[in-house]
């Protein structure tokens, strides 16, 4: 299972979420202890949001902790909104398109769990996606492929709505499904877990950090408080959390 982490509220070096954190993303990579796997060393990524509306992305098939750019580029960008994903392949090979988060518009998103039955549906998502969704998938896994389901059914409107006719597309109720992911449109960020079998994959929200900001993780990454999201319940971060606490 993969690792997640991110970070709504002011700006604040990408390191204080990604690196510097007692049980950091980084130190997830190589020593996660509420997965099945300790080791996500199966590529990296980022996504964080500045004066542009569509983010800014680096990722790489490197383990996380054997890129030095990483920490040299988590030190010296700073950013209010940002996602970060270390990857321990399920479905689809260990390629740069295949890391996380993708992202397409303003749009960015990062998951975690696993769809056993996609090879076996996938050709059929693949015709429901309007041309431009279809058209801007360029890997194989069926991360990716939940993101752009969810925007052809509406993300930028209605995510609740969005979630549940996704859920339905692939199979949620009849066949095992685990969906946890966080992703957002550039101003609120959203965290949500689901399994239609056994229990979902971790993601916590957190307390009110030292910036004034809040954050999800799949494992909490210090020890302030850490509240597990709710299982089929969307959870939301607003750009405006440090006002909002």
Request: glycine share 10%; with cysteine.
């Amino acid at each position: 299972m993969c690792r997640i982490a991110a970070y709504c509220g002011p700006s604040i070096p990408l390191e204080n979420i990604v690196v510097r954190p007692r049980h950091s993303l980084l130190e997830q990579s190589q020593h996660a202890v509420e997965s099945k796997l300790a080791v996500n060393g199966d590529g990296f990524g980022i996504a964080w949001y500045g004066s542009h509306e569509r983010p800014g992305v680096y990722k790489d098939v490197l383990p996380a902790w054997a890129d030095g750019n990483l920490t040299n580029l988590c030190r010296m960008v700073q950013s209010g909104l940002f996602l970060a994903h270390v990857r321990a392949s399920t479905i689809g090979e260990t390629s740069r398109q295949n890391c996380h988060p993708f992202a397409f518009g303003r749009w960015s998103f990062c998951h975690n769990g696993q769809v056993p039955h996609f090879p076996k549906i996938r050709r059929k998502l693949e015709e429901a996606l309007p041309d431009d969704l279809y058209d801007a998938r360029v890997g194989s896994t069926d991360s990716e492929m939940i993101f752009l389901t969810l925007l052809a059914n509406g993300l930028d409107q209605d995510p609740d709505r969005a979630m549940a006719l996704t859920l339905h597309q692939f199979g949620v109720g009849s066949l095992p499904v685990k969906i946890t992911c966080v992703f957002t449109d550039g101003s609120n960020l959203y965290g949500f877990r689901y399994a239609s079998v056994g229990r979902a994959p971790t993601l916590y929200k957190s307390g009110l950090l030292d910036s004034g900001g809040r954050a999800f993780a799949s494992e909490p990454l210090n020890g302030l408080q850490w509240d597990k999201v709710p299982e089929g319940q969307i959870v939301t971060l607003p750009s405006s959390v440090a006002q909002a606490a």
